[in-house]
């Protein structure tokens, strides 16, 4: 199991991780968890790469990616690629807990993609997509949708338990209709 980053900003809430190589991540909705003690799990809402100085942007140069690695190798070293994850659950004497943890994640552990089991035993109840609705600042829907399709990949399409869990975005969605409507239908 390889590591897919490094933490660099930690709250109860979630994590902000740097990626070892640039332009890489884990994708959009990927279930990630860390080395610490406890292990946090959470979803991946966000990755950006930018400038390793805040207040510079990097300039364009008109040129392929081939090209700038060609000539300006450089240019690459003054980049870095971070990933944001909501904190879904945590692990505590072999069980997991659906809830924030009661320490955040140190500075500087490792962050690796979960297994394929391990998506199933987050996915299995519908506690991450209630924690994904309640989170402010991030893209609610996509990441649902996102998130939805790493679970289902990791059962192999079950396609019973896609029902359950449009079954519970009915009711977390109850007064909008529009909006489970949209959801569902880029789901499937």
């Given at each position: 199991?390889?590591?897919?980053?490094e933490i660099v900003e930690s709250s109860t809430k979630g994590f902000v991780?740097?990626?070892?190589?640039?332009?890489?991540?884990?994708?959009?909705?990927?279930?990630?968890?860390?080395?610490?003690?406890?292990?946090?799990?959470?979803?991946?809402?966000e990755i950006i790469t930018e400038s390793r100085d805040p207040g510079r942007?990097?300039?364009?140069?008109?040129?392929?990616?081939?090209?700038?690695?060609?000539?300006?190798?450089?240019?690459?070293?003054?980049?870095?690629?971070?990933?944001?994850?909501?904190?879904?659950?945590?692990?505590?004497?072999?069980?997991?807990?659906?809830?924030?943890?009661?320490?955040?994640?140190?500075?500087?552990?490792?962050?690796?993609?979960?297994?394929?089991?391990?998506?199933?035993?987050?996915?299995?109840?519908?506690?991450?997509?209630?924690?994904?609705?309640?989170?402010?600042?991030?893209?609610?829907?996509?990441?649902?949708?996102?998130?939805?399709?790493?679970?289902?990949?990791?059962?192999?399409?079950?396609?019973?338990?896609?029902?359950?869990?449009?079954?519970?975005?009915?009711?977390?969605?109850?007064?909008?209709?529009?909006?489970?409507?949209?959801?569902?239908?880029?789901l499937v």
């Amino acid at each position: 199991m390889s590591r897919v980053g490094e933490i660099v900003e930690s709250s109860t809430k979630g994590f902000v991780a740097r990626s070892p190589r640039i332009g890489q991540s884990p994708s959009f909705g990927c279930f990630v968890k860390t080395d610490s003690k406890p292990v946090v799990y959470g979803l991946v809402y966000e990755i950006i790469t930018e400038s390793r100085d805040p207040g510079r942007k990097p300039d364009p140069y008109g040129k392929s990616i081939e090209e700038l690695k060609r000539e300006q190798p450089e240019i690459f070293e003054l980049l870095k690629t971070e990933f944001r994850a909501l904190t879904i659950a945590y692990s505590e004497k072999e069980s997991i807990r659906f809830s924030l943890p009661p320490i955040p994640p140190h500075i500087h552990y490792f962050v690796y993609e979960c297994t394929r089991e391990e998506v199933e035993l987050l996915s299995s109840e519908d506690f991450f997509l209630r924690t994904i609705i309640s989170s402010p600042n991030v893209p609610v829907d996509d990441l649902i949708i996102s998130s939805l399709r790493y679970a289902q990949d990791a059962r192999q399409f079950d396609k019973e338990y896609l029902v359950r869990m449009g079954k519970s975005l009915a009711r977390f969605f109850r007064d909008d209709y529009e909006r489970l409507s949209s959801v569902l239908r880029r789901l499937v």
